[in-house]
């Protein structure tokens, strides 16, 4: 496990927090924290814990996962765009229905890039609908026809 960096965790949060439009006293009782712990969260001096780091999380919008690798307790996962889910989840804009179809726009895009592509070994059953979606699709060709 990766160790904890609280201080880019405190500034990562600030930032959130910010960005929200949220006061420090309005993120806590959101939160379900205190208005000091959060704080010295913030600057780096207190170490939180997975569920409070989900508490935060889940006030500000964005995934908890994505506090959980700022901290350093999970490690980033290659591709999975991190940053990205938290700017949509984080913005002010947009309502939480447009956020989650965003979301699933993306995570649709992230399906469509990492399939398997043609000839390339694949676990049986894994993708088989989309597999016959995809052959139904495609135009028949008869032998001898140009």
């Not at 447009?98 to 399906?111: E, G, K, S």
């Amino acid at each position: 496990m990766a160790s904890l960096n609280v201080g880019s965790l405190g500034e990562y949060i600030r930032e959130q927090r910010r960005s929200a439009q949220y006061s420090l006293r309005q993120l806590a009782e959101a939160a379900g924290v205190s208005n000091p712990y959060l704080s010295q969260i913030e600057r780096g001096l207190r170490k939180p814990s997975a569920e409070i780091l989900q508490q935060i999380a889940k006030a500000l919008r964005i995934s908890a996962e994505t506090l959980y690798v700022q901290a350093g307790i999970l490690e980033e996962r290659r591709g999975e765009g991190l940053e990205l889910r938290a700017a949509i989840l984080a913005d002010p804009l947009i309502n939480e229905q447009q956020r989650q179809a965003l979301l699933a726009v993306y995570d649709t895009f992230l399906r469509e890039n990492t399939a398997p592509r043609p000839g390339a070994v694949r676990q049986e059953g894994v993708g088989d609908e989309q597999d016959d979606v995809a052959r139904a699709a495609r135009p028949t060709t008869t032998a001898g026809s140009d």
